[in-house]
């Protein structure tokens, strides 16, 4: 979520350096951390390491054999903290109270010379930025009315994306399930909670079901705590329930969603047994961890407003796991562009779908990063969808707005959805190129490095998905 955006709303929340990369400029595009600014493309995990952005008391191994863990770890004096199957990784953690300053080289350099392992990197940790949102004016009805849905009518990403034309075909099917790996989703919003999977999942603290996925009570107090509502505003966007009378319209309303909780958040009580890691970080091993288990359980789709401005061995080996799985990934391009459109490597990862983030006028917006990854674009300003509040909206209120490529890109994966409930089988190459081919061309003609191939068309993207 990363934002830069300082009037009318906050945007998003990059949550991590972008961490979450879909909030806006100031505060609301992907997860997004702060810092790019320094050395904007240098990727490498030496810059991550000089920058301080890798744990200090933790490594993340892949293995050869996972069946090594134990002895890998006992011979070099460190413990297992994190096992991710799917990709024969483990984080392994040191269980000293204050590693020496060079544990990290020396930890590296030993694993390195092990042959039962494959790599050994440090593991990316990225504090997250401030978010920022925009509440709606007090005198709009949120419920009822003579309308489907009372909010519906300020949702231009939807009639931009030619959303109502699509639903003609498709609102969606139940069994095509979009992964949102983000700060959580609130289980028990009314406009969400019925098109939201049992197997939702905090990749955090290895916790399954939607309240261990729900974001943390002060998420719902609104204000600079906005950006924990992010991963609740991504889900929205993607399939908040159409029809129920009920504030808006997600693009594929009859889809599930499984919330795939990353970091902790703040919490009025932390888990005493993460005392050691910072709670408003966003972690790689755990962004990992998330991915395999959405892949793993049902997943077809995953949205993943956030990034990262390092490169990742783990997380490229959770990505390219989830593809070759036939899970279709889409990335939000970052919000960076003011200071130099710093890689979001998750998004440059082969096989994804970069989202950059256009505006009420159709054009890219000053926040949205460029970049050779940039698949396509999608509706990212003002971006009205669901929040967590409290006591039924007297403390911020259950509908908000957001800017940044956090929110293009789950408008670009809830189109994905709907095409894949038209030909569930397509593949994620398949999918890619139909939201490339069917997109609306903006910008000079062609591809370019802020549109990608178009702003995403809904329409267009389902007839041709059911022509093939």
Known sequence: ????????????????????????????????????????????????????????????????????????????GLEVSRRINGIQLVELRTTAKAPAADWLDVTLRKLGADSRVAFAEPNLSLRLKSSASDELPSNVALEGGSGEDPLRRLQYSLDAMKVEQAWQTTRGDKKIVVAVIDSGVDAKHKDLKANLSADAYDAFSDRKGLDAASPEMVSRLGGRFASLGHGTHVAGIIGAVAGNKVGISGVAPNCTMMPIKIFPGLSLKPDPRFAGQDQESVIAGVVAQGIVYATDHGAQIINMSLGFPHESQALAAAVQYALQKNVTVLVAAGNERLEGSPINTLANQPGVIGVGATDEDDRVTFFSNAGKYVSIAAPGSRVLSTMPSLFNGMVSKPYQYMDGTSMACPNAAGVAALVKSVKPNLSPAQVKDILEKSADDRGPAGYDTDYGHGRVNAERAVALAKAM
Do not use: W, Y
């Not at 979520?1 to 806006?24: E, Q, Y």
């Not at 595009?29 to 200090?56: E, F, I």
């Open 1 to 76: 979520m990363a934002r830069r955006m300082t009037h009318r709303v906050g945007i998003g929340a990059l949550l991590a350096l972008f961490a979450l990369s879909g909030c806006g400029v100031t505060g609301g595009s992907p997860l997004s951390t702060g810092g790019a600014s320094q050395g904007a493309n240098d990727t490498s995990m030496m810059a991550a390491r000089k920058a301080g952005r890798v744990q200090k008391d933790a490594v993340l191994v892949k293995l050869k054999n996972l069946a090594d863990a134990e002895a890998v770890a006992k011979a070099h």
